[in-house]
T-cell receptor, first 114, second 111 residues
Framework: IAGITQAPTSQILAAGRRMTLRCTQDMRHNAMYWYRQDLGLGLRLIHYSNTAGTTGKGEVPDGYSVSRANTDDFPLTLASAVPSQTSVYFC?????????????FGPGTRLTVT | EDKVVQSPLSLVVHEGDTVTLNCSYEVTNFRSLLWYKQEKKAPTFLFMLTSSGIEKKSGRLSSILDKKELFSILNITATQTGDSAVYLCAVEAGSNYKLTFGKGTLLTVNP
């Protein structure tokens, strides 16, 4: 089934630990995105990638890093997790950057940092 | 800084009612405005609007954009309990076409 998969579904993580959230899409979309969703704050862009090999910073990039080695995968890494990174993380993709291309969202990863 | 404001933040109605959700924005270099519906998990796409005054319609849902007054509305007629969800408005803007989301409107439709 075509779409976006994220792993893990949920995770409890001790503060200071390193964690990578995985995102894979099989739609051959060029653009991919990571958002976090927090109660009262809505969805906020963390990082994005317009095509394999390029990445950019979003609204809230501090404490997070991404890589885009190929078209399908866009992992998000928390180098040293802090409790303020407790959130639901959504990966999204679109055929390419530009008007006329909506973003498709993955099912999300619920992360709790204790 | 780009800004998207949705109102109301929450709304409770009875089945059969008609609702109007609002989205206003202040962005640099507007590209498009999108509406999403979010139930339990991932947001799902509803509409993309790029031109003023042209209504997009899908079943009981419709939406329109006013680029002069910088807002959009999402209408749902004859609401059903299955319409209960958070409705998200997002604006695509700037040279990188990045999306800025509003905080959403929580719609609850009671039987």
């Amino acid at each position: 089934i075509a779409g976006i998969t994220q792993a893990p579904t949920s995770q409890i993580l001790a503060a200071g630990r390193r964690m990578t959230l995985r995102c894979t899409q099989d739609m051959r979309h060029n653009a991919m995105y990571w958002y976090r969703q927090d109660l009262g704050l809505g969805l906020r862009l963390i990082h994005y990638s317009n095509t394999a090999g390029t990445t950019g910073k979003g609204e809230v990039p501090d404490g997070y890093s991404v890589s885009r080695a190929n078209t399908d995968d866009f992992p998000l890494t928390l180098a040293s997790a802090v409790p303020s990174q407790t959130s639901v993380y959504f990966c999204a993709s679109s055929p390419q950057q530009g008007v006329g291309y909506e973003q498709y969202f993955g099912p999300g990863t619920r992360l709790t940092v204790t | 800084e780009d800004k998207v404001v949705q109102s109301p933040l929450s709304l409770v109605v009875h089945e059969g009612d008609t609702v109007t959700l609002n989205c206003s924005y202040e962005v640099t270099n507007f590209r498009s405005l999108l509406w999403y519906k979010q139930e339990k998990k991932a947001p799902t796409f509803l509409f993309m609007l790029t031109s003023s005054g042209i209504e997009k319609k899908s079943g009981r849902l419709s939406s329109i954009l006013d680029k002069k007054e910088l807002f959009s509305i999402l209408n749902i007629t004859a609401t059903q309990t299955g319409d209960s969800a958070v409705y998200l408005c997002a604006v695509e803007a700037g040279s990188n076409y990045k999306l800025t989301f509003g905080k959403g409107t929580l719609l609850t439709v009671n039987p």
